[in-house]
């Protein structure tokens, strides 16, 4: 499709549909979709790949028990990876956590933006109380607001994954 990938960070606690759509439950489930909706490669051809390489060949022997190189485990591989993308000590974090402001004036003003209700109005969707920054739920942030007919929508979001018209134009909140 035409949208960009949704950030990877802390995608090990969401906790419901993942891509902007919501069309996948896991991340395995979207490392599958992403190779091969996305990319439209030759399963064939992917694992034909890894397998002549010496060094892949090593690691599934060493990540899985039956050591094969296959669809799933690479689904699996992936996952594991986007797991292991973890930020939960940044300067922000450390402010929360500890009260240490080494936040600069430009990272405070923004702070001050996303948790004030009469500025930025972010902490609704990238909840103040979640360190994540997203209510991993589907809204509507009038990207389409120009339509005159639900069936205007360049892009029908969760939608268009759930065929369920309440749901044009709903996308995942992400992280900030």
């Known amino acids: 499709n ?8 802390n995608l090990g606690w969401a906790n419901n549909g993942l891509m902007w759509d919501g069309r996948t439950v896991d991340l395995e489930a ?3 979709d992403a190779i091969f909706s996305e990319l439209h490669p ?10 002549e390489d010496s060094l892949y060949a090593n690691l599934f022997a060493k990540a899985f028990e039956d050591g094969t190189i296959t669809l799933e485990n690479i689904n699996k591989s992936l996952a594991s990876f986007m797991r292991s993308i973890v ?6 974090d450390r402010y929360v956590k500890f009260g240490l402001n080494e936040l600069s004036q430009e990272e405070f003003r923004g702070f001050e933006m996303v948790f004030s209700s009469e500025e930025g109005d972010c902490f609704h969707c990238h909840a ?5 920054f997203s209510d991993f739920s589907f809204h509507n942030i009038g990207l389409d607001s120009n339509i005159t007919t639900i069936y205007d929508f360049a892009d029908y979001g969760l939608g268009g994954s759930t065929g369920n018209e ?4 709903l996308f995942k909140t992400p992280t900030l």
């Open 87 to 92: 930020s939960i000590d940044s300067r922000y």
């Open 30 to 32: 979207a490392s599958a």
């Open 128 to 132: 103040s109380s979640d360190v994540l």
């Open 166 to 169: 309440e749901e044009y134009g």
């Open 42 to 51: 030759n399963p064939s051809a992917i694992l034909d790949i890894l397998r």
């Open 2 to 9: 035409s949208r960009n990938s949704m950030p990877l960070v």
